[in-house]
């Protein structure tokens, strides 16, 4: 270690003045430039980002839990005499250790161990042992747990305090985590910069009595005291969570706020149309557009006439008619002749949508373009030049639409559908592709309703835009959950019913090919079942793997009826249009999220007909899985289904951005938390009044480098 580190941050006599937002990651103790390129996944670059690396839950080795009191899934400490110990030879050798407590008994199981290791576990000795307890064919398991054995029984638990576990990344092991944070703990978070005033705090967190700061704060999380309640850490309900958790909150407000100034000061093409074309378009459609896309339609049209780049959020349950609102602000931008892609994150959705353009704008003399990655290479090289010389005004297509290749001599209009199924680096490759000096206007939409709670906090720099009207004849769909195992036989006579009435149905399974891995039923196997099943009625199959000729082949046979069931997996998730289709089944709906199922379920109740949709699942149900099932056959509501899925899954999940690891919090929930979010706005006013300097700082501690995602 370099003398420079040693001193700053090793614990040496030498006191360090250095703010940790500037002290480079670095500077501690274990940390090269290899470890220091795996912490910048997590966005930590410097010792402040160290600090606010808080961690997410605490393993409990302080007291010990009774045998007979285990909960499943619970990490916790038992101490137990030993009763057996043996080799058992089966599909592995494991070495299995049986011991007890007086309230009940359980199972050490242990596939890697040594001569010595089985010798250790006496009959009668003791064991002291923390890991996680599994439900086992005899009751509940520890599988290698940390373990220690002696003659005497032990008292208390392996630790005095509770042990914090972070969020890491491949590389970067908990023990690392423990030692860098009780570095940067000891020697700099003496100088860590408060940046709010007391005046800018809500009250519950400024009582005389029970104020924390900052650094006792970061502290008493990273650290908790001796006699903490676990139960307050895992709530976020103590007044260390509660501080760090409303400047969080604040940090992403402004940072929001900062986004949205950002954008007044852009440039974008107005937009406009005519009346008369405008009615053409309506002729196309076909039919009367409802209350509500006569609303949207209007804000839209509104905002893209305007010289600032319009950012709306169209949200619109499953089958409430988003892409007429795409339509006419594509018509608009064609008539401005400014050119508009629209993309989409699947083939199938994509060429739903072009085929849907093309017969609404090929009669107005409109060409509409087709890119995606299995486009063949002449049609493709043709569509790129038309783009690149200003000759094609739409272009339609998947993620084929951001890629270096491709130019637009005028890009003003960008619509994403599904958006949050979207990373946000493929959101902003396709604003950097408008001319220079120009923003695009943009359109996003998703048949995933935002909740209230996500859209105050996410989308505060969208226009939001509801389509809340679904279009006269389309009925609720009625939704029954079944087990696999004792009725399909049934389902199967259900849909040659449906079938013999002159219905369509749709079967979706979670697999393409039979695994090994996974306990689930395949869309092949499937297939060839119901062909044997079903004599004399047409069963197609379409999957991902597929070619897109194939794929396009199998659907416009369904279309036309001349395919009566299709097996298909979640490919058929979106965009998929058979109004004759009224009988969905989902096999293994226990694996698949609430607005997949929601969203599968909206491909039937689009024709006339009462439609059904039917999740069978597999034994055993967990509690999610039976919570997710109970919702879909109590609910068609997709705003009420949002908020179950929020609560579920969390917000990164929902919004797309986990996979990225963009916008996720570090300590804050939105749904946990969302009653301090009405004090966010008048805590932000008073910050922006007393410490305006403080809030570019604020948004670098808890959005960082971060921040350019929240523009996408």
Request: with cysteine.
């Amino acid at each position: 270690m370099s003398k420079k580190k040693s001193n700053l941050l090793s614990g040496s006599n030498k006191e360090p003045t250095a703010n940790p937002a500037e002290v480079p990651v670095t500077s501690l103790s274990g940390v090269g430039p290899q470890m220091a390129a795996k912490l910048e996944r997590l966005h930590v670059h410097n010792v402040q980002d160290v600090l606010f690396h808080l961690p997410h839950r605490y393993d409990d080795r302080t007291s010990v839990t009774e045998i007979g009191a285990l909960l499943p899934n619970l990490s916790t400490v038992i101490i137990g005499q030993v009763e057996l110990s043996q080799v058992v030879f089966g599909r592995r050798r494991s070495l299995l250790v049986r011991i007890s407590d007086g309230t009940g008994s359980l199972t050490i199981r242990m596939f890697y161990f040594s001569r010595q290791q089985e010798k250790g576990f006496k009959r009668g000795h003791w064991v002291r042992c923390f890991g996680e307890a599994r439900r086992g064919a005899k009751g509940f398991e520890l599988i290698h747990p940390e373990y220690r054995v002696s003659a005497e029984k032990p008292e208390g638990g392996f630790e005095d305090t509770l042990k914090p576990v972070y969020p890491t990344t491949e590389g970067v092991s908990q023990t690392l985590w423990r030692k860098i944070t009780e570095q940067a703990l000891q020697d700099s978070l003496p100088h860590i910069n408060e940046l709010l005033t007391q005046s800018c705090l809500p009250p519950h967190l400024i009582d005389a009595s029970n104020t924390v700061s900052l650094a006792d704060a970061i502290k008493a999380i990273h650290r908790p005291a001796v006699g903490t309640d676990i139960a307050s850490l895992r709530a976020a309900t103590s007044q260390a969570h509660q501080r760090l958790i409303f400047e969080e909150l604040l940090a992403h407000h402004f940072s929001l706020k900062k986004s949205r100034m950002d954008r007044e000061t852009e440039i974008a093409m107005p937009l406009t149309l005519s009346k008369q074309r405008y009615a053409d378009l309506l002729e196309q459609f076909g039919f009367e557009l409802t209350n509500a896309q006569q609303r949207v339609c209007a804000e839209v049209s509104a905002n893209l006439q305007l010289e600032k780049p319009m950012m709306r959020l169209v949200q619109g349950d499953v089958g409430s008619g988003k892409t007429v609102v795409a339509a006419q602000a594509i018509l608009q931008a064609a008539e401005t002749k400014v050119q508009s892609v629209l993309m989409a994150p699947t083939e199938l959705l994509a060429e739903q949508h072009y085929q849907t353009l093309r017969e609404w704008f090929e009669p107005l003399g409109l060409e509409v373009g087709w890119l995606a990655s299995k486009t063949p290479a002449p049609q493709k090289r043709e569509t790129l030049e038309k783009l690149r010389n200003g000759e094609l005004l739409i272009a339609v297509g998947t993620h084929a639409l951001i890629q270096e290749s491709v130019e637009y001599r005028m890009l003003g209009l960008v619509v994403i559908d599904e958006q949050h199924r979207f990373g946000v680096d493929q959101r902003l490759a396709l604003r950097e592709k408008t001319p220079e000096g120009r923003a695009a206007h943009q359109l996003v939409m998703t048949a995933t309703p935002i909740p209230r709670t996500l859209a105050m906090s996410f989308y505060a720099d969208l226009d939001v835009s509801s389509i809340d009207e679904l279009p006269p004849g389309r009925k609720t769909v009625d939704t029954v959950v079944i087990p696999s195992e004792t009725k399909r036989q049934e389902v199967i006579e259900r849909v040659r019913s449906a079938c013999q009435q002159g219905r369509q149905v749709y079967w979706v399974c979670p697999l393409i090919d039979e695994s090994e891995v996974l306990n689930a039923q395949a869309a092949t196997d499937t297939e060839q079942e119901l062909q044997i099943q079903l004599e004399g009625i047409n069963v197609g199959l379409v999957h991902g793997r597929l070619k897109a000729a194939e794929k396009e082949q199998v659907m416009n046979a369904f279309r036309k009826a001349q395919i009566q069931v299709l097996v298909a997996t979640t490919v058929i998730e979106v965009g998929v249009d058979v109004p004759n289709a009224s009988l969905m089944i989902i096999e293994n709906s226990e694996r698949m999220g609430l607005a997949q199922l929601h969203q599968l379920r909206g491909r039937v109740g689009r024709g006339s007909e009462k439609s059904y949709c039917i999740l069978l699942y597999r034994q055993p149900l967990g509690q999610h899985a039976k919570e997710r099932l109970k919702t879909l056959r109590e609910t068609n509501d997709g705003f009420v289904i949002a908020e179950k899925d929020l609560e579920m899954r969390g917000a990164g999940e929902l919004l797309g951005t986990r996979q990225t690891g963009s916008l996720s919090f570090k300590i804050a929930d939105i749904l946990r938390d969302q009653a301090l979010l009405p004090q966010i706005e008048p805590c932000a006013k008073l910050l922006a009044e007393a410490k305006p300097q403080n809030i570019d700082a604020l948004i670098e501690r808890w959005v960082g480098s971060r921040e350019g995602y929240v523009n996408a």
